[in-house]
Structure formats: structure tokens, C-alpha cells
């Protein structure tokens, strides 16, 4: 399945909004605040219908989706409903409202069926896996149900190396294996699962998940993802923040991963603040190699703090006319220009 376009009505920051998205990589920027992560939960919730709204959003009420609502009552929301379309497409519709307002998500799917896509959120889940479950059934911690599904993702067996699925993806498993270890010749696996607790393999020893950096875990969950299959060449990835505790030589790398990931038939959606990031992934939609995958950008931006968020899209940043992340570098410049210039 694939995700193909989104139009979000009056939902949290957008009164009216609509994307276009490509099969490959989908890279959303934009201010803190502009809705970014609300749209990859969304697109997210809604595959499939199965999903508890308030618990991926962790909110006590439906309510608070819908933008400049004040009505305090209970509401319901769900699927409503699933047409086919002319182009053998499908829409998927999920609404809800009060008195005087709805909200309402449209998704149109060139199918529709019941892959469980993989969100990774901002927070690492390596570290926080043991005892998550129960903790989180006795909501003894403050995380969504984003977290509780990719612990359970987490928890799948990892395949056998004749498995279909594992040869698949077989040189990204590789490639991040020897980004972790800096070793192309180990042949343990770099993470691994024992009594329900996750360990590190470096440098020949076995090391505790907690005394490995941040960014080295966030690599190691994706890496785990694969080698349990429960990410596949056919599936949808969002990923919010890969940037997040990576130094800037793994960011590189990162956006390589990426780039084969999408090569491998994933769809992906990731949501950045990050230069380095959003500019190397436009390098490669601009410069594409021998064998070019899709890409697609989105900035999110309000003319100001009242405003409803617009979407501007294109095929590279080059495209843009708004680029939160290239103002702001900009205006860094200007002030070191100027400090230089009065010292």
C-alpha cells in the first residue's frame, strides 16, 4: 500500500490543507508548532482503521483534533468510510465533531489493507523497552500508543537469514551494522534481545543497551525493525526527528539509509528541524544516482501565530519559497556578519 495524498479539514493547526505525496521519500519541514507531526499521526491512525485516537494523540477528548473548537463535551470519531475511486484508488475518511465544528482527514490509498506501518517517534526505545508493557497498561508512564506499538514491534522474533523478508533487506541490515560498529567483517548481529532486555555487540564485547550512546540506539531500532521484519520492503516508515542525538557525520549517513530504504519499495515519511538532514536528502532528489527514487518536500508555515498552517510543496527544497530551517541559518549568518564587522 501506498500512501497518496492527505487533505486535513480544520484538524489541530489546519483549517484547510492538502499533500501529494510520492511513493519514495516524503520530507516535511517547518516551525515548531506547524503541525508536522500531527499530520504523519494522522496518515499514521488511520492505517489501519483499528487504531484509539486519544491514545495516539494521548488526549482525554476527540475533541481537542478539531481546530478553534471550544465545545466541552465527550464526541465519538472513526472511520466513516472507504470508497473506491476512479483511478482505482481508495479514500479513507475519518471524521469527527461537535456542535458547531468537524474535523475530517481524507486519505487516498492506491489500496487499502491491514500492514501495520512503523512510527518512530522522537523518543529512543531501546533504552525503555524492559517492563514498558506493563508500565504502560497501568499508565504508569506518560508515552502514546505510538511508543506501545513499536515496543511490540520490538518484540517480534528476529528472522532467519533464509527468511525472504530478511534477504529483502539484507545490505541495509549491513550497511547499519557497519555504521554501528564501524566493522565490516562482524558477525554478530550489533543488537540483540536477551530475557527481554536489548544489548549492544561492540568492538567484541556485549555491551548494556544503557551505556550505548543515543544515537547509536536510534540506529540500532531500525536496524532491530529489519531484522525482525517487521520492517519490510512493502511498508510505510515515518520517522519523526531521525536527526535527533546524531552527530552530523551519522546524519549523512542517515539520509543514505534513507535513500535505500526507499529503494527497497518503502514508503517514507519523516518529519525534520535539521539543515544538514533536509539539505543532503534534497541533494539526492536533485542529483539523483543510476537508479533515482521519489522525492517529495513539504514546508509548513503561518503568515503568523493565529494563522491556519499552508502547505507549500515541491521536489526538492529548491523548489521552496519558505524554508524555516534556511531563514534561520540565514539570519545566523547576518548576526556573526554583523559581530565580525563591529569587532
Not at 29 to 38: C, E, L, Q, S, V
Not at 146 to 153: D, G, K, S, T, W
Not at 233 to 258: G, H, M
Not at 287 to 316: D, H, R, T
Request: aromatic share 10%; net charge negative; charged share 20%.
Amino acid at each position: 500500500m501506498k500512501i497518496k495524498g492527505l487533505s486535513l479539514t480544520n484538524f489541530t493547526a489546519f483549517e484547510q490543507a492538502q499533500f501529494n505525496f510520492c511513493d519514495g521519500i516524503n520530507v516535511l519541514i517547518g516551525a515548531n508548532g506547524t503541525g508536522k507531526t500531527h499530520a504523519m499521526k494522522a496518515m499514521y491512525a488511520v492505517v489501519p482503521d483499528s487504531r484509539d485516537w486519544n491514545k495516539i494523540f494521548n488526549l482525554p477528548k476527540l475533541q481537542y483534533l478539531i481546530r478553534n473548537n471550544s465545545e466541552d463535551k465527550d464526541m465519538v470519531g472513526g472511520i466513516t468510510s472507504i470508497q473506491n475511486k476512479n483511478d482505482n484508488s481508495m479514500e479513507v475518511i475519518f471524521q469527527t465533531e461537535s456542535c458547531d465544528r468537524a474535523a475530517e482527514i481524507k486519505m487516498n490509498v492506491d489500496s487499502y489493507n491491514t500492514l501495520s506501518p512503523i512510527y518512530l517517534p522522537t523518543v529512543e526505545m531501546l533504552s525503555i523497552y524492559d517492563h514498558f508493557f506493563a508500565t504502560y497498561e497501568r499508565r504508569e508512564i506518560p508515552y502514546d500508543m505510538i511508543c506501545y506499538n513499536l515496543a511490540l514491534a520490538l518484540n517480534a522474533a528476529i528472522l532467519r537469514k533464509t527468511h525472504v523478508d530478511y534477504h529483502s533487506v539484507e545490505p541495509i541490515i549491513n550497511t547499519l551494522q557497519e555504521i554501528i560498529t564501524g566493522s565490516k567483517t562482524q558477525d554478530e548481529d550489533v543488537v540483540v534481545k536477551d530475557a527481554e532486555h536489548f544489548y549492544f555487540h561492540l568492538n567484541g564485547n556485549k555491551l548494556d543497551v544503557n551505556v550505548v550512546a543515543d544515537g547509536y540506539r536510534k540506529l540500532g531500532t531500525l536496524f532491530y525493525l529489519l531484522r525482525n521484519g517487521s520492517l519490510t520492503t512493502n511498508s510505510i516508515l515515518f520517522w519523526d526527528e531521525p536527526e535527533a542525538n546524531l552527530n552530523p557525520k551519522l546524519i549523512v549517513k542517515v539520509a543514505r539509509v534513507l535513500q535505500a530504504l526507499a529503494a527497497s519499495g518503502m514508503q517514507i515519511f519523516i518529519a525534520t528541524h535539521d539543515y544538514l538532514l533536509s539539505h543532503e536528502l534534497s541533494l539526492l532528489a536533485e542529483y539523483p544516482s543510476e537508479n533515482p527514487i521519489a522525492f517529495k518536500f513539504f514546508s509548513l508555515y503561518q503568515s503568523n501565530e493565529q494563522s491556519s498552517v499552508v502547505v507549500e510543496e515541491g521536489n526538492s527544497l529548491a523548489d521552496m519559497t519558505h524554508n524555516s530551517i534556511l531563514e534561520e541559518f540565514a539570519a545566523h549568518y547576518d548576526r556573526e556578519a554583523e559581530l565580525f564587522s563591529n569587532f
